[in-house]
């Protein structure tokens, strides 16, 4: 029974292990699952807002700019980037769009369009921008220069969040789904991909985001959630390793225990059955009219009883555990003397059983270097 019951003390303890951990390793899953969306949607915004601020810079090159206070105001503002995000994601079918940007002295107006056809065009419509003033060259070279900058400004933010790894882009016209440039290495496979941005508000090229690997950026983010966690493992298995250990020396008490009791039950019976033989041998034999063999019993009889006393208290020491707080006292004890006494004691039983003892002295003293305690038992 009781093997059985420490059986399945130790299948629970390794069934909890087993759970904890595995709840710790869904928890850090759906953790890492949702810290790999929020690094996403942060790396789309980040290449969102670079290119909103590179479509306001291109503003700022033109001749005459008007009043780049108000643009300014407009085109970085959070509404117009949900604005135009949903205005170049319209793909409906029978929906067309338009947008037109006119520049001048003492304004900019921005007109974006929806025309619902019948049968429309497959092609959407080019934006148009008045107020430029810039030649088909300088258009050209004005996409160029906001290609540049857009990449630098898109590599020196991942840099600061953290990615190292290498940035690939993807740069397509308005109405074509190929790109027309790229640096993406053939048989590449991107763990990220945003989605494609108008960097200058001349031209009608866009760009796109490829990133290899966001995950290791991911464990980063979550390297104390991971500490916390594996903590919370071997501190549970440190708890129920102490409380394994806890149980097996309660086990070992108990088991001394239960030696202890059955050795001491049978030393106490040993003085006193050889105390009431004594005095039913006075009674029986009668004793009292051979004052040599009555002295000679009552002597075994007191030397029992104080032996059954000495273990009495004995007894109570290493209940109330004294004992253990007293260091043994070593003392060389005569081994012979020992067995003497010992057969003396017994002589009762021995000549009521009608049994014999035969013992020889040795010339040389046995000695042995033990404890006074063990001298007694």
């Given at each position: 029974?009781?093997?059985l019951?420490?059986k399945?003390?130790y299948?629970l303890?390794?069934?909890?292990?087993?759970?904890?951990?595995?709840?710790?390793?869904?928890w850090?899953?759906?953790?890492?699952?949702?810290?790999?969306k929020?690094?996403?949607?942060?790396?789309e915004?980040?290449?969102?807002?670079t290119?909103?601020?590179n479509?306001y810079y291109s503003?700022?090159?033109?001749?005459?700019p008007?009043?780049?206070?108000?643009?300014?105001?407009l085109?970085?503002?959070p509404q117009?980037?949900?604005?135009?995000?949903?205005?170049?994601?319209?793909?409906i079918?029978?929906v067309?769009t338009?947008?037109?940007?006119i520049?001048?002295?003492d304004?900019?107006?921005?007109?974006l369009?929806l025309?619902?056809?019948d049968?429309p065009?497959?092609?959407r419509a080019k934006?148009?921008v008045?107020?430029?003033?810039?030649?088909?060259?300088?258009?050209?070279?004005?996409d160029?220069?906001?290609?540049?900058?857009?990449?630098?400004n898109?590599?020196a933010?991942?840099?600061?969040?953290?990615i190292?790894?290498r940035?690939?882009?993807?740069i397509?016209?308005?109405?074509n789904?190929k790109?027309?440039?790229?640096?993406?290495?053939?048989?590449?496979?991107?763990?990220?991909?945003?989605?494609?941005?108008?960097?200058n508000?001349?031209?009608?090229?866009?760009?796109q985001?490829n990133?290899?690997s966001?995950?290791?950026v991911?464990?980063y983010?979550?390297?104390?959630?991971?500490a916390?966690?594996?903590?919370?493992?071997i501190l549970?298995?440190?708890a129920f390793y102490?409380?394994l250990k806890l149980?097996?020396?309660q086990n070992?008490?108990?088991?001394a225990?239960?030696?202890f009791?059955?050795?001491?039950t049978h030393e106490?019976?040993?003085?006193?059955?050889?105390?009431l033989l004594?005095?039913?041998?006075?009674k029986?034999y009668?004793?009292?009219?051979h004052?040599?063999t009555l002295?000679h019993y009552?002597?075994?009889s007191?030397?029992?009883?104080?032996?059954?006393d000495?273990?009495v208290?004995?007894?109570?020491?290493?209940?109330?555990?004294s004992?253990?707080?007293?260091p043994l006292?070593?003392e060389?004890?005569d081994?012979?003397?020992?067995?003497?006494?010992?057969?003396?004691?017994?002589?009762?039983?021995l000549?009521n059983?009608?049994a014999n003892i035969?013992?020889h002295?040795l010339?040389?003293?046995?000695?042995l270097?033990?404890?006074?305690?063990?001298?007694?038992?």
């Amino acid at each position: 029974m009781k093997w059985l019951k420490a059986k399945y003390t130790y299948v629970l303890i390794v069934l909890s292990l087993l759970v904890s951990t595995g709840l710790q390793v869904v928890w850090l899953q759906q953790l890492f699952e949702a810290q790999q969306k929020q690094l996403k949607d942060e790396i789309e915004s980040l290449v969102s807002k670079t290119a909103q601020a590179n479509l306001y810079y291109s503003i700022t090159k033109f001749k005459d700019p008007g009043n780049l206070s108000l643009a300014k105001q407009l085109f970085l503002s959070p509404q117009w980037e949900q604005l135009r995000l949903a205005f170049d994601n319209m793909k409906i079918q029978g929906v067309r769009t338009s947008s037109r940007i006119i520049v001048d002295n003492d304004s900019t107006a921005v007109i974006l369009g929806l025309s619902v056809k019948d049968n429309p065009s497959k092609k959407r419509a080019k934006p148009v921008v008045i107020g430029s003033e810039s030649s088909p060259e300088e258009l050209r070279l004005s996409d160029s220069l906001s290609l540049i900058e857009m990449k630098k400004n898109v590599n020196a933010a991942l840099k600061k969040m953290g990615i190292n790894s290498r940035p690939y882009y993807n740069i397509y016209s308005l109405n074509n789904t190929k790109a027309h440039q790229s640096n993406v290495p053939a048989g590449f496979k991107p763990a990220f991909t945003t989605r494609s941005y108008l960097y200058n508000i001349q031209n009608i090229n866009r760009y796109q985001l490829n990133l290899a690997s966001v995950n290791s950026v991911v464990w980063y983010r979550m390297r104390y959630y991971l500490a916390s966690s594996m903590l919370m493992v071997i501190l549970t298995c440190a708890a129920f390793y102490f409380i394994l250990k806890l149980l097996r020396s309660q086990n070992l008490y108990a088991a001394a225990k239960a030696d202890f009791t059955s050795n001491m039950t049978h030393e106490l019976k040993t003085p006193i059955a050889t105390v009431l033989l004594a005095m039913e041998s006075i009674k029986k034999y009668k004793l009292i009219n051979h004052p040599e063999t009555l002295q000679h019993y009552l002597d075994i009889s007191q030397h029992e009883m104080q032996r059954l006393d000495l273990m009495v208290e004995k007894a109570l020491n290493v209940s109330s555990g004294s004992e253990a707080d007293q260091p043994l006292k070593l003392e060389l004890y005569d081994v012979q003397s020992g067995l003497q006494q010992v057969i003396h004691s017994m002589h009762l039983r021995l000549q009521n059983s009608e049994a014999n003892i035969s013992f020889h002295l040795l010339e040389k003293p046995c000695l042995l270097y033990t404890s006074d305690a063990a001298n007694e038992r």
